[in-house]
């Protein structure tokens, strides 16, 4: 097992397949290598699809040797959060109930996308039951550890993703992001995350939690991977109902443009109230590396916070309705119960919310209309202590769970792009900041988290132990 080829990013990955100085199977023998050393203690995956692995390896190594053209991600080995549809096992979305589904009839549209570019999937990822959840963890499944020291958590709903990849176990992942949970995984864990706009890239073949905000999208150790797997993803799909009608608009040649001509503000107010020194500490080096001072403030933001966790709960409990009449008990407490406060949530409310989220975003983008990019921190603190309730925010203790998503809820909650940056940290954990972009601009979020990574500020730092 060559467990250097683990930390190699795509670009290196499919380069060294080409040239020869490695295969294809060479990096999956390698990936499936650690999984089987260290998942016992991370608790990555849920499923590890090594026959599977293995046979695709095969098929770009045999393509090489004939000379055929080899996809952009040939070779790179990726894992899905266990919500999207891996043909022949059953979806799991983080329950217990859905064990007994059958299994998937077929990969989900991303994951047929991403084989096409040549990437090779080794597996599904364990995640918050039916993603209504930020810690990473699952009373099912077991917590997601995080690699940095796996006393903390991963964050989710995602954590799984997360983990994976911040362990050196795939080289990018699949996740969803509903109100935050790509962003924070990939922040309490050290990684760069994608959200991409809402209706950007398609969800079919995945489980629904709350359709008017779920974003499925990547996570994954350099800019780099995160552009090219967007990329490779994007494309309308008339089998999800959202997905835009618009031409591919790849970010990967416009990475190096840099940051010229960008006008970039910190978002301030609501997005530094409850923030810890640190998450505020990471925002101002993003800042002065790109050279701003500026700060702007978004409207009534703990309102758009308010109207997303009031649809969040309504959708997530019409999604669920005979579930929680025939397998309540079978449901983690903690999920069931805000599911069946949402179904007893009154209308009133639901039209109140949806009525504030068009003048919010309205309101949002004509801000964008004076800058391109906004800084904000993607969590309030580092990863705290699996098992952890509470949190303090400015001197008052909150319940942990539905805190930790303070800050990315009201940035989804109108389907804005981000890409959050991983910010090393001198007490061996990292945190992310959110680098948030006007609607169909992913390539100007990818373009700033690209030049932060090549000055040095960003980046995904190894953990000490893998």
Not at 17 to 34: D, K, M, N, Q, Y
Not at 138 to 150: A, E, F, L, W
Not at 293 to 320: K, N, Q
Not at 400 to 415: C, E, K, V
């Amino acid at each position: 097992m060559r467990d250097d080829l683990a930390w190699l990013d795509g670009a290196a990955i499919t380069a060294g397949i080409s040239s020869g100085s490695f295969s294809a199977r060479e990096v999956i023998e390698t990936t499936l290598g650690r999984i089987e050393r260290y998942d016992t203690t991370l608790n990555a995956f849920t499923a590890v699809t090594a026959e599977r692995a293995l046979a695709r390896a095969d098929a770009v190594d045999a393509a090489r040797a004939r000379g055929a053209a080899l996809g952009p991600l040939a070779g790179v080995p990726f894992a899905v959060k266990n919500l999207i549809d891996i043909a022949g096992l059953p979806t799991l979305a983080g329950s217990k109930i859905n064990r007994e589904r059958p299994a998937a009839s077929r990969d989900a549209t991303l994951v047929v996308r991403l084989e096409e570019a040549g990437a090779i999937l080794v597996g599904a990822l364990n995640m918050g039951e039916y993603a209504y959840d930020f810690t990473g963890e699952n009373i099912h499944y077991g917590p997601s550890r995080n690699p940095h020291d796996p006393a903390h958590m991963t964050g989710g709903s995602s954590g799984g993703s997360g983990g994976a990849v911040a362990g050196g176990l795939a080289t990018f992942a699949l996740g969803s992001d509903t109100n935050g949970s790509i962003r924070v995984p990939a922040s309490f864990c050290g990684v760069f995350g994608l959200k991409p706009t809402f209706g950007r890239l398609s969800r079919a073949g995945s489980f629904a939690f709350v359709s008017s905000l779920d974003h499925l999208g990547p996570l994954a150790r350099s800019v780099g991977d995160l552009a090219v797997a967007y990329d490779a993803m994007q494309g309308h799909d008339p089998e999800d109902p959202v997905c835009a009608v618009r031409p591919v608009e790849p970010a990967g040649p416009v990475l190096d443009e840099g940051i010229r001509d960008l006008r970039i503000a910190v978002a301030g107010g609501y997005f530094h109230q409850g923030a810890f020194a640190e998450a505020l500490q990471a925002v101002g080096q993003v800042a002065r590396a790109l050279g701003t001072t500026r700060e702007v403030h978004l409207p009534e933001v703990a309102r758009a916070r308010a109207a997303a966790y009031v649809i969040t709960a309504v959708e997530g409990a019409a999604m669920h309705l005979d579930r929680l009449r025939d397998a309540a008990p079978s449901f983690d407490p903690a999920v069931r119960d805000r599911l069946i406060a949402g179904a007893l949530m009154p209308a009133a409310f639901v039209v109140r919310a949806h009525k504030f989220r068009r003048w919010f975003q309205a309101e949002v983008l004509e801000l964008f209309e004076q800058v391109d990019v906004l800084l904000a921190p993607a969590t309030p603190c580092v990863a705290p202590m699996i098992g952890q309730q509470t949190i303090m925010l400015d001197g008052v203790e909150h319940p942990l769970r539905p805190n930790i998503g303070i800050l990315t809820q009201p940035i989804s909650f109108i389907g804005l792009p981000v890409v959050a940056v991983p910010v090393p940290l001198p007490s061996g954990l990292p945190i992310g900041v959110q680098v948030i972009a006007a609607p169909w601009r992913e390539d100007i979020a990818l373009r700033v988290a690209h030049a932060l990574e090549l000055s040095g500020v960003v980046r995904s730092p190894r953990p000490p132990e893998l």
